[in-house]
């Protein structure tokens, strides 16, 4: 057992035997472990060079007795777990080597497919679940795997201080209860934009993992799609998000709540939603199927807002918008 230490087990069990008879000559120690009194003089020599037993007396037949094991032994023990420490970091530095040699020349270590609708539901909420600092949405029309409604582990990761970057596309804001589905998330915590269209779908979950679909939106039969581990290829990924991110248009909650601008106004939950929809490009006659209203009606509230803002055309209301924090 304590081999591991420099002790033989020859040397362990006549050291045993001692601590067992307190003193004993070598003789005795001999006859006890059936040894040749020649192979025990020399462990017990050995046993003497490592602190671990002491004469009685002058005389060489002088009975012996043991020490105590725990400063020798405790200090081979030290020594052991320092070298045991200095491999296990070697090991762990040679694995992430091979690691990053085999993701150099082998994809299968870097990117992992899955194919189906719920196995990608599936891992999608796991690694929301397992989500420490920040997840990043590509959110396109009609969801493959995972509608807003149904995605109740974002909640649970803004709850515990995760942080949520989406960027919508703006197709998807007219589909029925869509805008419902943002608005909860942002007032939820989730920071959320638009733009008119998205170059894929994706999800990036603490800079670490990727999901991004392998095949189009066109494409028949199940969607596949590629979880992609830390690489160049992911930041690739997380810098495409960085830039469209730059370049989307702000989208806030309607029941936020928001400071008044320094005229004095602040529009009114329908206006604000109304103002959302306008500042991301959907078109009158969709903000009207969203509103519940006529074109007619939104044309007239956005006149309202124009002249209210002081301004004259609909760019010009865009940016009054964005200057007041009216969203």
């Not at 949520?164 to 934009?193: F, H, K, N, T």
Request: proline share 6%.
């Amino acid at each position: 057992m304590l081999d591991v230490i420099g002790l033989s087990p020859d040397e362990e069990q006549l050291y045993r035997c001692l601590v067992r008879l307190t003193t004993a000559r070598a003789a005795e120690l001999a006859e006890r472990l059936g040894r040749s009194p020649a192979e025990v003089l020399a462990q017990l020599d050995a046993l003497r060079a490592k602190g671990l037993v002491l004469p009685t007396g002058s005389a060489p037949d002088a009975p012996l007795r043991p020490l105590a094991p725990d400063v020798p032994l405790g200090e081979a023990l030290l020594r052991r777990q320092e070298a045991l420490e200095a491999a296990r970091a070697a090991v762990t530095q040679l694995t992430e080597e091979y690691r990053a040699g085999m993701r150099r020349h082998d994809a299968e270590h870097l990117v992992e497919v899955i194919t189906g609708t719920r196995a990608l539901r599936e891992r999608l909420r796991d690694l929301q679940n397992a989500a420490r600092v920040e997840v990043l949405w590509f959110c396109r029309a009609n969801p493959l795997a995972m509608p807003g409604q149904e995605n109740v582990e974002e909640f649970d990761a803004l709850a515990r201080g995760v942080r949520y970057r989406a960027i919508y596309e703006r197709e998807m804001l007219l589909e029925p209860g869509a805008l419902e589905d943002v608005e909860q998330g942002v007032r939820a915590g989730e920071q959320a934009r638009v733009l008119d269209r998205l170059p894929v779908r994706l999800a990036v979950v603490d800079g670490r993992t990727a999901i991004c679909p392998l095949v189009s939106d066109r494409s028949s039969g199940e969607p596949t799609a590629a979880v992609i581990g830390r690489s160049q290829l992911l930041d690739a990924l997380v810098a495409l998000f960085e830039s469209h991110w730059l370049m989307a248009t702000p989208l806030g909650s309607s029941a936020a709540p928001r400071d008044r601008a320094a005229d004095g106004y602040r529009p009114d939950a329908d206006e604000a939603r109304l103002l959302s929809l306008f500042v991301a490009g959907v078109p009158d006659k969709s903000i009207a199927s969203q509103l519940g209203v006529s074109r007619r009606t939104v044309q007239r509230r956005l006149a309202d807002l124009m002249a209210i803002a002081g301004v004259d055309t609909r760019p010009g209301l865009a940016f009054q918008v964005a200057r007041r924090g009216w969203i």
